[in-house]
């Protein structure tokens, strides 16, 4: 499953630059049965199964090694989980800080209880929803952060423009032809004028987290000339005092 973040754009490119390293354990190569299994019924009776807690922990150890021969001494180990802790663009840039990450990828009902609280340091939830493995959300998490490490991006600049970056959403885009159907580039994109741009894609920015994510902006000090832009936005649209 991997092969789609490992094998594709950016993440593809910064393995290949090593800029990070990126190893892929199956818990079913830690079995000792015929029939390599990780999973079997859960305690208490109900429907779904487990997966266990013994091969779990072997594959733990072994992902632990591999992060000790890239120089890791004490690797954060992460669990998926809908339970966990929401990520948002704070916690993805705490973690690409991490020397070392393991994730922990859940099936099924999910894993024995004591693997948890015996080896996990954080558990991750991409939101209130359940999909039916942790690997899509670990490789979520692995784009999310090898955005984050320098060079991995060919251009640094549009990584700290992003959405989340600086509280604020990012402002809108446009590419050619400037003119689609009747529907024009914003002026002020074609002037070449850097500074009108910069204040144009600031004001755009306050003007779309305070429509869409107005929460963004709760507590948020904002500087003189964000709040003179936000203002400006305010009293163009008629809203009067609601800042
Ligand atoms: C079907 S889910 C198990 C859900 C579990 N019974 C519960 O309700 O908390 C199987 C696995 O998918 C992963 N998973 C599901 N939803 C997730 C989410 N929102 N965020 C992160 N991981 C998730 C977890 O690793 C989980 O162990």
Redesign the pocket.
């Known amino acids: 499953m991997f092969a789609a973040v490992s094998q594709n754009g950016i993440v593809a490119r910064a393995l290949a630059n090593n800029l990070f390293q990126l190893d892929t354990l199956n818990p079913r190569d830690f079995t000792t049965d015929n029939y390599r299994r990780i999973d079997d019924k859960t305690f208490g009776g109900g429907p779904g199964m487990v997966m266990k807690i013994v091969p779990l922990e072997l594959t733990l150890a072994q992902a632990k090694l591999n992060q000790a021969q890239h120089g890791v001494k004490q690797p954060l180990v992460v669990?998926?989980?809908?339970?966990?802790k929401r990520v948002d663009q704070a916690l993805i840039n705490q973690l690409a800080l991490d020397q070392g990450v393991i994730f922990v990828?859940?099936?099924?009902?999910?894993?024995d209880e004591r693997f948890i609280q015996r080896n996990v340091d954080l558990e991750?939830?991409?939101?209130d929803?359940?999909?039916?493995?942790?690997e899509l959300?670990a490789m979520l998490l692995i784009d999310a952060i090898v955005r984050q490490i320098p060079g991995a991006m060919n251009s640094q600049e549009s990584v700290t423009n992003d959405s989340f970056m600086d509280g604020l959403l990012d402002c809108p885009h446009y590419t050619v032809p400037r003119d689609y159907c009747g529907a024009e580039v914003p002026e002020v994109l074609c002037s070449g004028n850097h500074e009108q741009i910069r204040k144009w894609r600031l004001q755009q920015s306050l003007w779309r987290t305070y429509q869409r994510r107005p929460e963004l902006l709760d507590g948020r000090q904002l500087t003189k000339e964000q709040s003179r832009l936000l203002d400006e936005m305010l009293s163009r649209n008629k809203i009067i005092g609601k800042k």
């Open positions: 669990y998926l989980s809908p339970q966990g990828c859940g099936r099924y009902e999910g894993i991750i939830s991409l939101g929803f359940v999909v039916s493995g942790g959300p």
